[in-house]
């Protein structure tokens, strides 16, 4: 049966048509629908994203049952395959699409092919490519459809891509030859996008070489004038290099066009998703240092395992596919290796990949996905910037949105032969967004999942790795116990080798304990795994839990107790002093038991003193603690867990955050063996160690019935998530903490945790989520007669009501709260909020009333050395000055502020401060400092996930003439 062609295209009016017939779609909420969707296929796309690109203002009551009736509609109009493109997943709606569907992948991938020929110095060939990929705009995209804000923003740049484009196609006719060629297009170009200098320096350069010298410094004049009417700037550096060039004729006739801004000029994340290789330099000659950048290989793959069995075959058939698919040239090898838990998937993956490493002489890349890791499976968008880090792209210039990642990653590896191992995946959607879109890569992926997606429409190869064979698990023991022993006892052997079911990962423990006891016959080891085979069910994964039994039960009493407490800790990892807390001993007396179970492969020591669990061995020793321990030693050990987070959170909370009213924690256990840390640094050091445990702790707290650790622990946690901009950790923890504190019947803990989570919708942009949470909280804090938390949430509602173009609004709630404030002789607060309402008076013209009110604040700020506010109401009399044009006095003051940021490492504040900075300093005409400044606030934006690094981007590339 013949597949179905599907082709869904954005480049101009939507259209969607299958087998070349076009799909009416009549409803323009289901076009708007289907566009917001195509924008971010094979990924979630949230429910209140796609409210806003269709409704640009406020969206009706009846938004969200209206958009199912949207999705429902949409289903249909796709025809037979609709349901299964469209699926509701949790908190909004993918639709999936394989490679080529959207003209927008088909355009990318013709622009990334056209920049490896200009890299590869083959300019008709990239010129054709490139004419081919502009050739798919059938005018502005989506023009048929109303523009919503969101919607309006991703249009944009999808226009930036296509400029980009219409740059480098004037660069690869320049270079070879066609100079006159390019010159009409180049100036409808200029004429509707004045600013950009890379076209005006292709335009000047065509115009030079067909012999029209003043034609070409007339241009130079038109870009001058452009530049200084609607930006205030002079040209760059490049385009006077080029005019003076120019001007003393010392361009060679006929050579390379300019090398100004843009992907095929060495900028590999300009115009995001698909700008092109790093070293694509057009007909340049190239960077020295990029050159010396791509000559550091990325060699990420772990070491081997030294005692890999056998498995010839299925190395065979990985040579062979690899093989076979090298004699395409833009050939994609992609093998999915599957197989149950503990089979030795990755111990396959990693001996192949060393074995053809050399095959590869651009390198390789490594991640373990994590796919099984409920709370911590590497997303698509965390993978994708791991990966650009170590292909050389800068922080500061990783795009933020996982689309533009994407394009960025494949269009590095599209002239590249690299091997990719993804280790460990989900299933077939984590993983598609990570394999390279053309070129020379093999990728190899390892899965319990059999990714029939990926086998259906990527064309991976199936790889279903089995148990060892007999002769491979009597190899394994040899290697771990010396072949005499095993030829001494052959009955034994094979009763050990069904025993544990021939799986590497138990033939590993039994080997591990046999090898640790020498003396003793292998017919007792045998006896002993039979004689407690009935003891437990079969898991789905055969012997193994036998297995698991019969080393469990080899262990030393104390060394059995903390394994069965080990399963009831949250994960990913656990240090010497948590494994203390949970067993109720000292960090010394633990460490003997945590080395036994380490020396026999039951727990890994990953980081120095840092432990993990493998997932089935984590599976079986909660088994066991919850079949092996008394209810309430269970209860116990789990409250001596919480304690222990608890009181190691809390007062590094206290240093993080010293202006913050303290909460009264959950008094310390009596024999907590929590240890205050020395100082800000270490509290630092420490949340980012545990950051990823303390959100699963807050959840299994109030999993567990402790909810007054729960939300309790979530609140310290939020004294390091946000000022590092982590608002999504944030909103999840305080969604956790809200509903613990509300089942434990805790007001005030309900009231913080709304409160928190509230602020964290605030950042976010779910304005209506922050207004709900914030009147809840606002009643539980009157209910409760908190002053304090009252006036904290009215700050809120004053941050809010400006958010959301409510300045008025905005200055009763915070006079509210500074009354309230006062009340409570809260001098922090008091001055927080005397800074708000002064920088809201700043930005409705009141300057006066302005630095009247954050002169206030200050003074009082400085009596209770509360820096980080001293930082905040030195910004906003930095932005009063700023409106006033006292420029010298506003960048002094915005100096100021962003020092004291860094040093309450308030990251987010202190990269919004930069900004600020920045533009202050190129008004006053130091571009350099100005450049400099927003550098270091794109650098913590990407650093912190945040979007707002796309604008910082967009002030350097205007800087820059991009």
């Not at 197989?339 to 651009?362: E, S």
């Not at 297995?547 to 394994?563: D, H, I, N, T």
């Not at 009340?823 to 309402?837: K, V």
């Not at 504040?909 to 533009?919: F, K």
Request: charged share 25%; with cysteine; aromatic share 6%.
């Amino acid at each position: 049966m013949l597949s179905i062609i599907v082709n869904l295209d954005l480049l101009g009016p939507l259209r969607v048509s299958r087998d070349g017939v076009e799909v009416p779609l009549p409803s323009v909420k289901q076009r708007l629908l289907l566009a917001g969707l195509l924008l971010r296929p094979n990924e979630v796309v949230g429910t209140d994203e796609l409210l806003a690109v269709l409704w640009s203002d406020e969206p009706p009551a009846s938004a969200t049952a209206n958009l199912r009736t949207y999705v429902h509609g949409l289903r249909r109009a796709l025809g037979p395959s609709g349901r299964e493109r469209i699926t509701a997943t949790a908190g909004g709606y993918l639709i999936r699409l394989s490679p080529g569907e959207r003209d927008l992948d088909r355009f990318d991938a013709a622009v990334a092919r056209g920049r490896a020929s200009l890299a590869a110095s083959e300019p008709e060939q990239a010129a054709m490519h490139l004419a081919d990929a502009l050739d798919m705009w059938r005018g502005a995209p989506l023009s048929d459809l109303p523009h919503t804000p969101l919607l309006a923003r991703r249009i944009r740049r999808l226009v930036e891509r296509r400029l980009l484009a219409e740059e480098d196609h004037a660069a690869a006719r320049l270079a070879a030859g066609a100079a006159a060629g390019v010159i009409e297009r180049l100036r409808a170009l200029v004429d509707q996008h004045p600013l950009r200098q890379r076209a005006w320096a292709h335009l000047m350069t065509a115009l030079y070489y067909t012999g029209d010298v003043s034609g070409a410094l007339d241009a130079f004049q038109q870009a001058r004038g452009a530049l200084a009417e609607q930006t205030g700037l002079d040209p760059g550096p490049e385009l006077v290099r080029l005019r003076d060039g120019i001007l003393h004729h010392r361009l060679a006739s006929g050579g390379p066009g300019p090398t100004i801004g843009g992907p095929a000029a060495g900028n590999p994340t300009a115009g995001g998703p698909a700008a092109g290789n790093p070293t694509a330099g057009g007909p340049v000659t190239g960077d020295p240092a990029a050159r010396q950048r791509d000559d550091r290989r990325p060699a990420q793959l772990p070491l081997a395992l030294p005692r890999f069995i056998g498995r010839e075959p299925e190395l065979s058939r990985l040579d062979h596919w690899l093989d076979d698919g090298t004699t395409g040239p833009t050939t994609v090898v992609i093998s999915a290796v599957s197989g149950m838990a503990g089979v030795g998937k990755t111990a396959l993956a990693l001996r192949w990949a060393h074995r053809v490493a050399d095959r590869f002489p651009d390198g390789q890349l490594y991640l373990n996905l994590r796919g099984y890791d409920d709370v911590d499976a590497v997303s698509a968008a965390e993978a994708l910037r791991s990966f650009l880090e170590t292909l050389g792209v800068p922080d500061a210039r990783i795009p933020t949105t996982t689309d533009a990642r994407i394009g960025l990653y494949r269009s590095l590896l599209a002239t590249r032969r690299m091997l990719i191992v993804l280790d460990n995946a989900r299933d077939s959607d984590q993983v598609r967004p990570l394999l390279p879109g053309t070129g020379f890569c093999a990728v190899v992926i390892t899965s319990r999942d059999q990714l029939n997606g990926l086998i259906r429409v990527e064309g991976a190869k199936p790889l279903t790795l089995n148990v060892l064979t007999e002769q491979e698990s009597r190899t394994l023991l040899g290697n771990w116990l010396g072949a005499g022993r095993i030829a001494g006892e052959p009955a034994a052997v094979a009763r050990i080798i069904d025993a544990a079911g021939r799986l590497p990962l138990a033939m590993s423990i039994v080997a591990a304990r046999m090898a640790a006891n020498p003396t003793l016959p292998l017919t007792a080891f045998a006896a002993e795994l039979r004689r407690h085979e009935a003891l437990l069910d079969a898991l789905d994964d055969g012997d193994v839990r036998r297995v698991f039994s019969w080393s469990y039960r080899a262990l030393s009493e104390r060394a059995a107790e903390l394994f069965r407490l080990l399963g009831l800790h949250p994960g990913p990892d656990l240090t010497a002093g948590v494994a203390a807390a949970l067993s109720g001993q000292t960090p010394a007396a633990v460490m003997a038991p945590l080395r036994e179970l380490t020396r026999l492969h039951l727990l890994t020591e990953h980081q120095p003193g840092r432990y993990v669990l493998h997932d089935l061995l984590r599976t079986y020793a909660a088994e066991l603690a919850a079949s092996g321990t008394r209810d309430d030693h269970r209860r116990a050990a789990y409250q001596r867990l919480y304690d222990h987070y608890l009181h190691q959170a809390y007062p590094a909370a206290r240093l993080l955050q010293p202006q913050w009213a303290p909460i009264p924690p959950v008094p310390r256990l009596p024999d907590s063996l929590a240890t205050p840390l020395a100082d800000r640094q270490a509290a630092l050091d420490w949340f980012a160690a545990e950051r990823r445990v303390l959100v699963r702790v807050v959840r299994q707290a109030a999993d567990t019935g402790f909810g007054a650790y729960a939300w309790q622990l979530a609140w310290a946690l939020t004294a390091f998530l946000a000022p590092h901009g982590l608002w999504q950790d944030q909103l999840t923890v305080q969604q956790i903490a809200a509903a613990a504190a509300e089942t434990a019947g805790d007001l005030g803990g309900q009231a913080m945790a709304n409160r928190m989570l509230a602020r964290a919708a605030l950042r976010l942009n779910r304005h209506d989520v922050a207004a709900r949470r914030l009147e809840y909280a606002l009643k539980l804090y009157e209910r409760i007669g908190d002053l304090t938390g009252q006036a904290q949430t009215l700050h809120s509602r004053t941050e809010l009501a400006y958010e959301v173009g409510k300045p008025q609004d905005a200055l009763v709630y915070g006079r509210q709260a500074l009354r309230l404030h006062r009340l409570a002789n809260s001098a922090a607060g008091e001055g927080r909020t005397l800074n708000a309402i002064g920088y809201i008076y700043a930005t409705t013209g009141e300057y006066e009333l302005a630095i009247a009110s954050c002169t206030e604040a200050l003074a009082l700020q400085e009596k209770i050395d509360d820096r980080n506010g001293q930082a905040a109401t030195l910004d906003s009399l930095g932005f009063v000055h700023e409106r006033l044009g006292a420029h010298e006095r506003a960048a002094d003051l915005y100096e100021r502020s962003i020092r004291l940021f860094r040093d309450s490492a308030d990251r987010y504040h202190e990269a919004e401060t930069l900004v600020r900075l920045g533009d202050v300093r190129a008004t006053m005409g130091d571009l350099a400092a100005a450049g400099e400044a927003w550098r270091r606030a794109t650098e913590i934006y990407d650093s912190l996930g945040d979007p707002a690094a796309d604008d910082t981007r967009s002030r350097l590339d205007r800087l820059d003439g991009k």
